[in-house]
């Protein structure tokens, strides 16, 4: 299993099953509650609409693949999935959703990493820096 950054995989995380074996996305608590706190900071600086948490794959980096989390308003059910994990509305559109099936988002606050981490099962390789994934 390859990983895009380094991650505790042992914390529990609430996850989106799509098989009965394999969770379709495992968000941690420390996430989710890194999401809601940035949604929050958001709302108090004036955002009036509803924000999902989008998870997406694009082409780009060393490696060919990269993650991209982003605050989006945007929700297309003909386009996108939704799921909802630790009351955080995640998105995924159906051509990333290819490529995410078991990964796990993280948020590190440490004092040599800060920041969120996604680990992808299915990834066969990363690049040097840890940014990007082949399939």
Known sequence: MATAEVTDLGVK????????????IILTPK????????MAEQAAQGVKEKLYLRVRVV?????????????????NPKLDETFQLHDVDVVVDK???LYLQGVTIDF???LNKRGFS????????TCGCGSSFSM
């Open 95 to 97: 051509r990333s959703k």
């Open 13 to 24: 995380g609430e996850c989106a099953t799509k098989t009965a074996d394999t969770p379709f």
């Open 31 to 38: 996430a989710a509650d890194e999401v809601k706190r940035i």
């Open 59 to 75: 082409g780009g980096g060393c490696s060919g693949f990269q993650h991209k989390l982003d605050l989006d308003p945007q929700f």
């Open 118 to 125: 996604i680990t992808n099962p299915s990834a066969k390789g």
């Open 108 to 110: 590190h606050d440490d």
